[in-house]
């Protein structure tokens, strides 16, 4: 298609967004202004701008109310286990095995990537933080260490791969206009790479910081840490106690099952299973709302009725402080696709694709290097998590992605590296501005200083997973 004015405007938004997250800013307004100019300019009225804006948001939100749901219903699960008392329970087994400092890193690594997997790290550690963290202090593992561990597991490894819940899969898929499993599976290899790369660092070069069981600063440290507050419902259960053991045995044991349930049909049945993508995040999400109904009811008997309506509204609000402002950065970066353009635009045949437009007319003056290509959509990854959210840059590697693929390396390598970037950066590993304030918090370290910490591994263990994805795919 014939570049015209509107494709070169579409070009300066996205620069400037892009520069706006260098300078750790919001991006919402620049996408919404972008979205009403560049469609004022194609359709050449003003009215169609104002309808693109809203047509754009809508679009985006049809796309991924799925998402919406999926976390809806996990956060509310999490805060039902909470009055049981079964999140603590399902961890304590975990504390036996803290022997040491040493043991104690590897321990929070292993137990925050799990937890991490199936309730995102950002629900997760509050549970984390408040019973792993003070065991692993006891041990002799300082809190910065501590801090180090879950964030690296969680915020970096677990959510960077999301394979469970498909969130970061399904975004970046979905703006690269490829299958989400084409994704996820390139994903959780890389995210392993990755974290292995950043863990196994962050270890060798802090492993000389972790203490004896007796050292003073042991308790000093416990002083530090900030808890979580009790929950203000009231139990109507006289067996609150054999409950919460159930459900600590049941949820774990649930989700277990539809892991192994839903790699024994993979395995069986070839690479598509049904299960893939939004098929695999609805199984996951109403066995999640089942066990929601169960454990509410066991807690509330009677009044389960106000309970469960309180935390569905709790999942609403965590989903949507989460992920709200993804919508109108999805709908202006859908905007650059000829598969949704037309919807937002109003125009039935020959939708323009703006973006990937732009990429094909600039391809013929880019070295054609497979290692450059990789290394510039990591970057471009990198730079997007610098608002501090991870997933607002999705759409646009995903975008990208596609528009780059080569004979050497395809567009669900390139959505999977990008997505490593981005949510490595903004998920919660080195911004400040990040949910990674919340692990510092709860630790009771500074967020600064856990960022530097931080850095080396990360950067290292991206690098390393860009480099061995054109090796392995």
């Not at 603590?88 to 925050?112: C, D, E, W, Y």
């Not at 635009?345 to 703006?354: K, S, Y």
């Not at 500074?446 to 860009?466: C, D």
Request: hydrophobic share 55%; charged share 10%.
């Amino acid at each position: 298609m014939e570049i015209t004015l509107s494709h070169w405007l579409y070009g300066i938004f996205t620069l400037t967004i892009i520069l706006t997250m260098i300078f750790r800013k919001g991006v919402v307004l620049p996408t919404l202004l972008g979205t009403f100019i560049v469609a004022w300019v194609y359709q050449g009225s003003i009215v169609d701008g104002f309808t693109a804006i809203f047509n754009a948001n809508l679009v985006a939100a049809k796309e991924l109310f799925n998402i919406f749901l999926i976390i809806t219903f996990m956060i509310a699960l999490l805060y039902s286990l909470r009055d049981l008392g079964a999140d603590k329970r399902m961890i304590q087994p975990i504390q036996k095995l803290m022997v040491n400092g040493h043991v104690s890193f590897f321990v929070l690594v292993a137990v925050t990537y799990v937890i991490s997997l199936f309730f995102w790290p950002t629900p997760a550690v509050p549970l984390i933080c408040a019973l792993l963290v003070p065991a692993a202090i006891r041990s002799g593992l300082p809190a910065l260490t501590a801090a180090v561990a879950v964030a690296l597991a969680g915020q970096g490894m677990a959510l960077s791969s999301d394979y469970i819940v498909q969130v970061a899969p399904n975004l970046s898929a979905t703006a690269a206009g490829i299958d989400t499993a084409l994704v996820a599976d390139k994903a959780i290899v890389l995210s392993l790479i990755a974290g292995g790369v950043a863990i196994g660092t962050a270890y060798l070069l802090y492993r000389k910081t972790i203490r004896s069981k007796d050292s003073e600063l042991n308790e000093i440290e416990m002083n530090q840490m900030q808890m979580e507050k009790e929950s203000e419902n009231k139990a109507k259960s006289v067996h609150l106690n054999t409950w919460s053991k159930v459900f600590a045995v049941l949820v774990p044991v649930s989700l277990l099952a539809v892991v192994i349930f839903m790699m024994f049909t993979k395995l069986n049945s070839g690479r598509m299973t049904g299960f893939e993508g939004g098929e695999g995040a609805a199984f996951v999400g109403g066995v999640a709302v089942i066990l929601l109904l169960l454990s509410t009811i066991a807690f509330g008997r009677q009044k389960a009725l106000d309970y469960i309506t309180n935390h569905i509204t709790e999942g609403f609000v965590f989903a949507f402080k989460a992920m709200g402002p993804v919508i109108p950065i999805a709908g202006f970066f859908f905007m650059g696709s000829s598969d949704f353009s037309g919807n937002i635009l109003g125009i039935e045949e020959e939708a323009p694709g703006f973006l990937f437009d732009l990429v094909e007319a600039s391809q013929g003056y880019l070295p054609e290097s497979a290692l450059l290509t990789v290394f510039s959509i990591l970057i471009i990854g990198i730079i997007t998590g610098l608002d501090g959210s991870g997933f607002s840059g999705l759409p646009l590697t995903g975008a990208l992605a596609a528009s780059l693929e080569t004979a050497s390396v395809d567009a669900g390598t390139l959505a999977a590296i990008g997505q490593m970037g981005s949510i490595w950066t903004g998920g919660g590993t080195i911004v400040a501005w990040s949910s990674l304030i919340a692990i510092a918090g709860f630790c009771g370290v500074s967020v600064m200083e856990l960022v530097r910490k931080n850095f080396l591994p990360v950067m290292l263990g991206l690098f390393a997973a860009a480099i061995l994805a054109l090796v392995i795919f």
